[in-house]
T-cell receptor, first 112, second 117 residues
């Protein structure tokens, strides 16, 4: 299983950019990197996914260097509603399915 | 557009009782999953299914059973409930593998909060 390491928590202020870096040193060639967001009392929600270089959608950007041993989720101009836990996952592609391993995630607190 | 629906939302059980947590999806996903999340922790995979009639164990399967008779439904059964099974349970679904690089995002329900006293 490709394990991930990410900071336990981060504080930010409204309007700032938040960058969360995830380490995944033993990522496999065919693995994708996926980020989920989880609000209290809700299930995780898919944010963004990438394989290499940069991916951007309406919510976030994902930066992946050439060696793919880490990735950085960038949340532009955060608001109070972005306070959540963010999980970095690397796909475990095993023959039987795309099982994912969730680590502890990064708790992001956005302050006014 | 319901997505993944879990019932019940809350339940309190006594030690030794049994119950079934229901999960249904309407996206025609062939992969379904059950996770548990303890307070302040990440999710741990209990069981998963790659299609009707096919199930397999995840990281923490002891004390649970699953079945998958249809594409839509993936119930989780707790036999002889124990305090250690107090947790929030999430069901998820996704499309199956396409190409070797396929890693389709999972869609989650809102969870079942289970307390065993």
């Amino acid at each position: 299983l490709a394990k991930t390491t990410q900071p336990i928590s981060m504080d930010s202020y409204e309007g700032q950019e938040v960058n969360i870096t995830c380490s995944h040193n033993n990522i496999a060639t065919n693995d994708y990197i996926t980020w989920y967001q989880q609000f209290p009392s809700q299930g995780p929600r898919f944010i963004i996914q990438g394989y290499k270089t940069k991916v951007t959608n309406e919510v976030a950007s994902l930066f992946i260097p050439a060696d793919r041993k880490s990735s950085t989720l960038s949340l532009p101009r955060v608001s109070l509603s972005d306070t959540a836990v963010y999980y970095c996952l690397v796909g475990d592609k095993g023959a039987a399915g795309n099982k994912l391993t969730f680590g502890g995630g990064t708790r992001v607190l956005v302050k006014p | 557009n319901a997505g993944v629906t879990q019932t019940p939302k809350f339940r309190i059980l006594k030690i030794g009782q049994s119950m079934t947590l229901q999960c249904a999806q309407d996206m025609n996903h062939n992969y379904m999953y059950w996770y548990r999340q303890d307070p302040g922790m990440g999710l741990k995979l209990i069981y998963y299914s790659v299609g009707a009639g096919i199930t397999d164990k995840g990281e923490v399967p002891n004390g649970y059973n699953v079945s998958r008779s249809t594409t839509e439904d993936f119930p989780l059964r707790l036999e002889l409930a124990a305090p250690s099974q107090t947790s929030v349970y999430f069901c998820a679904s996704s499309y199956g593998l396409g190409t070797v690089r396929d890693n389709q995002p999972q869609h989650f329900g809102d969870g079942t909060r289970l307390s065993i006293l």
